[in-house]
């Protein structure tokens, strides 16, 4: 598995962020592929400031596209991938006038504001919902082996 940046798709993602919600903005964006096969097509991580601080990165989130599933897919379904995806992207601000950057769990009313958006986007919601799904499951097994460690 290999990781890389993509100045099309950077283009693409910074299109999507000034089109559909330039109130999300204020943080920095990279968007990279990620090679081999996935059950999903993107995902949204917070970039740790260490990683920042070493020189690796200015964002403060990637969205890591899977190549061989955006092959697949045409722009009218890559449009609502990577708005779900920054849609997971949250910014805080502070009292005292700082950011706290954060992934966020899906959000039903973000599945709305995209299907609202893209209402041909239907099966991608299905295979989004399938994932959902999954994770929660992934969690509830992973919190009842805790418990049994415990």
Not at 25 to 35: D, L, V
Request: proline residues 4%; positive net charge; aromatic residues 10%.
């Amino acid at each position: 598995m290999s990781y890389w940046a993509d100045p099309d798709l950077q283009k693409f993602g910074d299109e999507i962020i000034k089109k559909y919600c330039p109130e999300r903005g204020i943080a920095k964006y990279g968007f990279i592929f990620k090679s081999g096969k996935a059950k999903i097509p993107a995902k949204s991580v917070k970039v740790p400031v260490l990683l920042r601080d070493l020189g690796g990165t200015e964002a403060n989130f990637l969205v890591i596209v899977n190549e061989s599933a955006w092959a697949e897919l045409g722009r009218e379904e890559k449009e609502p991938v990577i708005l779900h995806e920054i849609l997971h992207c949250q910014v805080k601000t502070k009292d005292d006038g700082t950011n706290v950057y954060e992934i966020v769990d899906h959000d039903f009313e973000d599945f709305h504001k995209t299907f609202e958006l893209f209402p041909a986007w239907q099966s991608t919601i299905k295979l989004m919902l399938k994932e959902v799904e999954q994770r929660q499951k992934d969690r509830a097994k992973e919190r009842t082996k805790l418990r049994k460690k415990g």
